[in-house]
């Protein structure tokens, strides 16, 4: 099975809340207006990550699609690869 990382580039996030509307056992709004993945490792550059399950795939790849300014993604952490 793939280990799969689920990325946001908060920086570039607009706060338009679909993320969390969507997928709310994920995602959440925060105090600054922006949504946060929840339990996620904040890195350096602003950066949020988790790592998910392939049950967890689906709903958000959901949520990726609706972000109008496409700043979340789903990766395959061992190919390096974007699967969503
Ligand atoms: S859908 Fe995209 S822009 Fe909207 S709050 Fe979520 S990450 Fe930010």
């Known amino acids: 099975m793939p280990k799969l990382m689920l990325r946001h580039d908060r920086p570039n996030c607009i706060g338009c809340a679909a993320c ?18 929840k339990n996620s490792a904040k890195l350096e550059d602003g950066t949020e990550e988790r790592s998910i399950e392939e049950k967890e795939f689906a709903i958000n790849k959901d949520a990726a699609e609706s972000c109008p300014v496409n700043v979340i993604s789903i990766w395959d952490d061992d190919k390096k690869e974007k699967l969503a």
């Open 20 to 37: 969390a509307a969507i997928a709310p056992d994920f995602w959440e709004m925060a105090a600054d207006d922006k949504s946060d993945i």
